[in-house]
């Protein structure tokens, strides 16, 4: 008789081959045994599926699967089409996990949890929250002021019973997670916070946060409008709707004029399609938000770098003022 495996660890896969070891290797150390672990070869063109399929043969706990190139989200839909276990969890190709995870995520597992999150990762020091449990609203409130929720999918493990209600939405190539975290608590009634950090995230060059302003980036621009159509269709009202886009929207901004100003390279289209979509919500900066900082920063974007960037900055606000 074969056992179910409780959890299901999906790992999307593109050329990695200079992490995929650790991170494989890292997961199935786990000091929980009863897991699966899927990999989405997301059409690499190194050589990360063979060392996948080289982990598959040694250990019967491993399922390698492969697609053409479509992307993470893609790459993850794929894996929770087709994990078995009741619970499922992400880790990033290039990251790994200390021995520990699993076991404190279903350790934390009690009557009437659909979610368990993380507090941070194990290479940082900042906490999320200091709850041991939160409803769907102060999560969902957590989650939209970016302030004691973690907006990342590695981060969380999720009840896969409700995960047939949601998935990543595979046009959004830039805080992704951030869509699916919110999706996905709109359909939990109870969060288990997790207070001991496994998770390692590695920086480095090749990140999204490193790159300059390009369309994939400016793809999270479409977020806070789908969060609306969500939160309409769960019965939410136009009064308590109108705060929450537009503290989302004002973090958008924020995020893609960061990386503009960052850039040494950019497109003048995809400056323009930024720049027309501050003038189209730019009354969202004004409008009275619960999370001060995110605001601050903004307008600190706006306003940095303006010694070298004078010429531009001044064409930039004179598009947005037409």
């Known amino acids: ?23 494989i290797e890292s997961i199935l150390s786990q000091t929980y045994r009863n897991i699966e672990l899927l990999l989405v070869n997301d059409g690499s063109t190194d050589t990360s599926a063979v060392l996948c399929e080289t982990y598959a043969r040694k ?66 020091n900042h906490d999320f929250c200091k709850s041991n449990y939160l409803n769907k609203e102060d999560a969902i409130r957590s989650l939209i002021t970016f302030n004691e929720f973690p907006a990342s999918m590695c981060l969380s493990m999720y009840l896969r019973e409700k995960m047939q209600y949601v998935s990543l939405d595979e046009s959004i190539h830039y805080w992704e997670d951030f869509y699916f975290q919110f999706t996905y608590l709109l359909h939990v009634d109870k969060i288990s916070v997790n207070k001991i950090p496994s998770y390692n995230y590695r920086q480095h060059s090749e990140s999204a946060t490193h790159s300059d302003l390009n369309p994939k980036m400016l793809t999270c621009l479409s977020i806070p409008e789908c969060m609306k159509v969500q939160l309409e269709n769960h019965g939410y009202n136009s009064k308590s709707i109108v705060p929450i886009i537009s503290e989302v929207t004002v973090f958008f901004i924020g995020q893609c004029f960061k990386n503009f100003l960052l850039s040494n390279h ?10 027309n979509y501050l003038r189209k919500h730019k009354r969202c900066l004004f409008h009275p938000t619960k999370s001060v900082g995110v605001k601050m920063k903004t307008i600190l974007l706006l306003n940095l770098f303006t010694s070298n960037l004078n010429s531009l900055l001044s064409w930039i606000y004179k598009k947005a003022d037409k």
């Open 266 to 275: 950019y497109n003048e289209r995809d400056v323009l399609i930024l720049v």
């Open 1 to 23: 008789m074969n056992i179910l495996p409780e959890v299901s660890v999906i790992v999307p896969v593109y050329n990695a081959e200079k992490y995929i070891c650790q991170c």
């Open 59 to 124: 250990d019967s706990r491993v399922k390698v699967y492969h697609q053409i190139n479509k992307g993470v989200g893609s790459a993850r839909n794929y894996g929770i089409h087709r994990a078995v276990g009741r619970w499922v969890t992400f880790v990033d190709a290039d990251d790994w996990v200390n021995k520990d995870l699993i076991e404190n995520y279903i350790s934390c597992v009690d009557i009437g949890v659909d979610m368990v999150i993380s507090l941070c990762y194990a290479n940082d």
